[in-house]
């Protein structure tokens, strides 16, 4: 995924009221961003850092500006924008990055299904095999290598891994990719010191058939790719 218009950096001020951001610009400019990340952002939030930031070409948007991604102090790059994390796996099941959903000849997104009322991200269905659910989730909490999800308690996301035990236990095969957004992390695993209750759903989620796929993205303030699959540690 290329970003076009190209990205332009500025160094984060602070971030405040969940969905904003103040940052100043090589030039001296303040501007207000918008955020479009409701989650606890630790470690992607630090004043001082360098912001990528998008224009949009919509003059009569408030905030014109949406914060994409977060280059720290380390070097570490990091996609805060959550909707990309949906691009980016539609992108790489469009050109079969994933080697495990490969072979489907339909893709549909944002499908109804289950009996909470949800919408899963990704259906996938061909002729000669089940229907494939997949629901996604943004990954970038960081301790040192070790990415984390989530980073605050998520009653949606305990939700999702309910609705897809259902699904496989229907005989459809039901999958959850994390899209890992943070260069620095190396492995994945469920935030138990976080939010135990998702921990222990996922680990009986996978016991009943539903598949974890971990994928990291190759970020750069030019473009951004699904390419490498990640160790789970459950």
């Given at each position: 995924?290329?970003?076009?218009?190209?990205?332009?950096?500025?160094?984060?001020?602070?971030?405040?009221?969940?969905?904003l951001?103040?940052?100043?610009?090589?030039?001296?400019?303040?501007?207000?961003?918008?955020?479009?990340?409701?989650?606890?952002?630790?470690?992607?939030?630090?004043?001082?850092?360098?912001?990528?930031?998008?224009?949009?070409?919509?003059?009569?948007r408030?905030?014109?500006?949406?914060?994409?991604?977060t280059?720290?102090q380390?070097?570490?790059?990091?996609?805060?924008?959550?909707?990309?994390?949906?691009?980016?796996?539609?992108?790489?099941?469009t050109?079969?990055?994933?080697?495990?959903?490969?072979?489907?000849?339909?893709?549909?997104?944002?499908v109804?299904?289950?009996?909470?009322?949800?919408?899963?991200?990704?259906?996938?269905?061909?002729?000669?095999?089940?229907?494939?659910?997949?629901?996604?989730k943004?990954?970038?909490?960081?301790?040192?290598?070790?990415?984390?999800?989530?980073?605050?308690?998520?009653?949606?996301?305990?939700?999702?891994?309910?609705?897809?035990?259902s699904?496989?236990?229907?005989g459809?095969?039901?999958?959850?990719?994390?899209a890992?957004l943070?260069?620095?992390?190396?492995?994945?695993?469920?935030?138990?010191?976080i939010?135990?209750?998702?921990?222990?759903?996922?680990?009986?989620?996978?016991?009943?058939?539903?598949?974890?796929?971990?994928?990291?993205?190759?970020?750069?303030?030019?473009?951004?790719?699904?390419?490498?699959?990640?160790?789970?540690?459950?």
């Amino acid at each position: 995924m290329k970003f076009s218009p190209a990205l332009q950096p500025a160094t984060l001020i602070q971030r405040y009221k969940r969905f904003l951001a103040d940052v100043i610009t090589p030039e001296g400019e303040t501007l207000t961003l918008h955020c479009p990340n409701t989650g606890a952002m630790t470690g992607c939030a630090t004043p001082g850092d360098t912001v990528w930031y998008s224009t949009s070409e919509n003059t009569k948007r408030k905030y014109p500006h949406t914060w994409e991604m977060t280059e720290t102090q380390s070097g570490a790059f990091i996609c805060v924008n959550t909707l990309r994390a949906n691009q980016l796996v539609k992108e790489a099941l469009t050109n079969g990055i994933l080697p495990e959903l490969v072979g489907y000849g339909t893709q549909k997104s944002e499908v109804k299904y289950g009996d909470e009322s949800s919408r899963i991200d990704f259906m996938l269905q061909a002729e000669d095999r089940p229907e494939c659910y997949i629901e996604v989730k943004s990954v970038t909490l960081a301790e040192e290598e070790n990415g984390f999800f989530p980073d605050a308690v998520t009653l949606r996301g305990q939700k999702h891994l309910r609705e897809l035990m259902s699904v496989a236990a229907a005989g459809k095969r039901a999958v959850l990719l994390f899209a890992v957004l943070h260069s620095a992390i190396e492995r994945f695993s469920p935030a138990r010191h976080i939010d135990p209750k998702y921990a222990q759903l996922l680990n009986e989620a996978q016991k009943q058939g539903v598949e974890i796929f971990a994928y990291k993205a190759e970020l750069s303030a030019d473009n951004m790719t699904l390419r490498s699959s990640l160790p789970i540690v459950l």
